[in-house]
């Protein structure tokens, strides 16, 4: 088993929509999670830090934890096509030493 | 203008050679790593060094090396040894311990092995 999972794609979802992006983990003691946008051919860049059961939210992103499902999610709202791009998930491991990252979702958003 | 930069952006490296990617940030961050993607991949974790002069192997060290001289650098060396060089290589930077390790990435060096 993996340590961070995700489904890999491509997820495609009309412009003004909800895209919904899934992430399972391994490792019970993780306490730190991340989602990571990656246009194609850049760096990723942290759009979303979670830390505690529950939702997050912020614009038009939310985070979701479920620690006891081992679970977290990111919602996007009104979803457009600048959003298109692969999303990381990444989770600490020991101790917040170190992350794992998922293979990623590749999202399109369609005008 | 805090921030990490990498470089090359492009390298191209004949087989059989040493080649080394710089990596700088200004941020003041303590942490450092090098993570490889290869295309359709998530990040795999090379080294990372928690503090100067001193750095642990990642999930994939094998035919890698690193220094950790200086807080601001962390520079990376593929080697000859390493079987399949050609990937994107990615630094990254973080406070250990802060938010749960945010970590901060710079743009990016692309390799290939002709």
């Known amino acids: 088993q993996k340590e961070v999972e995700q489904n890999s794609g491509p997820l495609s979802v009309p412009e003004g929509a909800i895209a919904s992006l899934n992430c399972t983990y391994s490792d019970r003691g993780s306490q730190s999670f991340f989602w990571y946008r990656q246009y194609s051919g850049k760096s990723p860049e942290l759009i979303m830090s979670?830390?505690?059961?529950g939702d997050k939210e912020d614009g038009r992103f939310t985070a979701q934890l479920n620690k006891a499902s081992q679970y977290v999610s990111l919602l996007i709202r009104d979803s457009q096509p600048s959003d298109s791009a692969t999303y990381l998930c990444a989770v600490t491991i020991q101790g917040a030493q170190k992350l794992v990252f998922g293979q990623g979702t590749r999202l399109t958003i369609n005008p | 203008d805090g921030g990490i930069t990498q470089s090359p952006k492009y390298l191209f490296r004949k087989e059989g050679q040493n080649v080394t990617l710089s990596c700088e940030q200004n941020?003041?961050?303590?942490?450092m790593y090098w993570y490889r993607q290869d295309p359709g991949q998530g990040l795999r974790l090379i080294y990372y060094?928690?503090?100067?002069?001193?750095?642990q192997k990642g999930d994939i060290a094998e035919g890698y090396s690193v220094s950790r001289e200086k807080k601001e650098s962390f520079p990376l060396t593929v080697t000859s040894a390493q079987k399949n060089p050609t990937a994107f290589y990615l630094c990254?930077?973080?406070?250990?311990?802060?938010?749960?390790?945010?970590?901060?990435f710079g743009p990016g060096t692309r390799l290939t092995v002709l």
């Open positions: 990254a930077s973080s406070i250990p311990g802060r938010e749960g390790n945010e970590q901060f």
């Open positions: 941020l003041n961050h303590d942490a």
């Open positions: 060094s928690q503090i100067v002069n001193d750095f």
């Open positions: 979670i830390y505690s059961n």
